[in-house]
Each structure stands twice: as C-alpha cells, then as structure tokens.
C-alpha cells in the first residue's frame, strides 16, 4: 500500500469511529406499548433470519424487552440467539398445538438479558398436516 492508500484508509477509519460515537450517543426512545414486527418472505435465501436476530438484537441493546418467536422448523434463529432447540424441548410446535401455554416455551438467549426466543425444533414441519382440521388455525398464537 502507498502512503496515499493509508491515508484513505486512516480518514475511512476516522469516519467510521466518528459515525459510531453519534449513533452510541442518539437516544431512542422505546414505543409506549408492546409492538409485533414480522419479518416474512415465501422465498428461502433473503435474510429473514439475519434481519430478525440483527433487529431483536438491537432493540434489545437499546432496552427494549424483545421476544422472538422462531417459526422455522430448522431453527436457525433460535441456533443464532444461542437457545437450545433440540425435539424435547418445549417449542412454537407445542404452543401451536394446544399442548402448552407461551410461557413454558420462552428461553432466555445469550446475547443480551433483554431477549428471549421461543424456539422452533424440527417438529414444527409436521404441524401443518396437524393443523389443517382446526378452525382459524392462523390465529393459534393469538392470545397464547
């Protein structure tokens, strides 16, 4: 590197500690009541996990006490916040089903104190079929 290309690089690194001071110090303010932000695509591949766990995250940062709800059977975001979710653990599956309450499903992450995951284990590919018969199955969380 030419002295020319660490003097860019040095004023880059400059802007971006500078930018990282102002954003520490901008207060947020947390909304009054409770929000329900859900991140959702058909299409494997776009980030959906990544925004979620990214998001959760943050807010959680800023003091926000931040429940994420895994609803993919493969459980990536409950393997990213660090929560276990192996087919016994009580899941998103058992409180789709009836089986448990909300409660019993919330774990705690390891990423900050203010979040928590309900997470998802494999079992959660088969509850489609299960819940084909019920009535306002899509309404099954509501409530819980």
Do not use: W
């Amino acid at each position: 590197m030419t002295e020319t290309d660490n003097a860019l690089v040095a004023k880059h690194l400059a802007d971006k500690r500078r930018r990282r001071r102002a954003l520490e110090a901008t207060v947020s303010p947390l909304p009054p009541h409770t929000r329900i932000i859900t991140v959702s695509n058909q299409k494997g591949g776009v980030g959906k996990t990544t925004t979620t766990v990214n998001l959760a995250s943050a807010l959680a940062r800023r003091g926000a006490n931040v429940l994420v709800i895994d609803l993919d059977p493969q459980g990536n975001a409950s393997t990213a916040l660090g929560v276990m979710h192996r087919p016994e653990v009580t899941s998103v599956y058992d409180v789709l089903l009836g089986e448990e309450g909300i409660e019993a499903a919330i774990q705690p992450t390891t990423d900050h104190e203010n979040l928590f995951c309900v997470p998802s284990t494999i079992n959660l590919a088969g509850a489609e079929i299960e819940l084909v018969s019920l009535v306002a199955r899509e309404q099954r969380l509501k409530g819980r």
